[in-house]
T-cell receptor, first 114, second 113 residues
C-alpha cells in the first residue's frame, strides 16, 4: 500500500530551465512533507520541507508547493544545474498522530542536461 | 565529519548466516531510525529509538531482525539466518526530538548469496 506516490520515474531538463517534480499522497493524516535528494552510493540528503499549515516554502533555488485538497505537492528547482542530477524522494509524516517514521515515494530520477 | 556514519558500507554473506550493522548518529541527536531500501523503491521504515528506548517497530521487522541502542548513542541492527530477500540497502537516520527532518547515513548494502 503505497501511501506516497511519485508517478514519474524520470525527468530530463535543460540546464537553466525549471525542474518540477511531483508527489501525491493518500493518507489525510500526513501533516509534514519533505524532499530528499540521493546520489548513487550515498544516503538521502535532506533538501526542504513543508508543514501542512503552509502552501509554499522556499529555500534558494528550491521551492515546495503543497495542495492539501488535492493531496499533491511539488518541488520546483530554478534554475536547474547539472549538479542537481540525482534521484529525488518525496516523504511524508503523520506527526500529529505521534508517529515518527517517514513514508517515502519511489523516487524520480532528474537529469539536468548541460 | 559530524554526519551519520554506518559500518560496514558493504556486506556480502551466505544465506543462513547472521550479520550485524552499526550506526553512529549525529552526536546531539537523541532519535535514531533504521530503514531498508530495495531496488526501485524508496526507504521503508523498520524501527525507531528515542535515546535507548525502542519505541516503534514496523511489521517489516520480522523476528529474525533485532536492533539495539544500548547507551543511547550508536545502534546495531542484527539479521539472523539471512535470506536472499534480505538483500537491500540498510539506512540509518537520526534527528533531534523536535524537528521532523531526519538525516541519513550512507547506508550498508547487504547482498545475501
Amino acid at each position: 500500500d503505497q501511501q506516497v506516490k511519485q508517478n514519474s520515474p524520470s525527468l530530463s531538463v535543460q540546464e537553466g530551465r525549471i525542474s518540477i517534480l511531483n508527489c501525491d499522497y493518500t493518507n489525510s493524516m500526513f501533516d509534514y512533507f519533505l524532499w530528499y535528494k540521493k546520489y548513487p552510493a550515498e544516503g538521502p540528503t535532506f533538501l526542504i520541507s513543508i508543514s501542512s499549515i503552509k502552501d509554499k516554502n522556499e529555500d534558494g533555488r528550491f521551492t515546495v508547493f503543497l495542495n492539501k485538497s488535492a493531496k499533491h505537492l511539488s518541488l520546483h528547482i530554478v534554475p536547474s544545474q547539472p549538479g542537481d542530477s540525482a534521484v529525488y524522494f518525496c516523504a511524508a509524516s503523520a506527526h500529529q498522530t505521534g508517529a515518527n517514521n517517514l513514508f517515502f515515494g519511489t523516487g524520480t530520477r532528474l537529469t539536468v542536461i548541460p | 565529519d559530524t554526519g551519520v556514519s554506518q559500518d560496514p558500507r558493504h556486506k556480502i554473506t551466505k544465506r543462513g548466516q547472521n550479520v550485524t550493522f552499526r550506526c553512529d548518529p549525529i552526536s546531539e541527536h537523541n532519535r535514531l531510525y533504521w530503514y531498508r531500501q530495495t531496488l526501485g523503491q524508496g526507504p521503508e521504515f523498520l524501527t525507531y529509538f528515542q535515546n535507548e528506548a525502542q519505541l516503534e517497530k514496523s511489521r517489516l521487522l520480522s523476528d529474525r531482525f533485532s536492533a539495539e541502542r544500548p547507551k543511547g548513542s550508536f545502534s546495531t541492527l542484527e539479521i539472523q539466518r539471512t535470506e536472499q530477500g534480505d538483500s537491500a540497502m540498510y539506512l540509518c537516520a537520526s534527528s533531534l526530538a523536535g524537528p521532523i527532518e531526519q538525516f541519513f547515513g550512507p547506508g550498508t548494502r547487504l547482498t545475501v548469496l
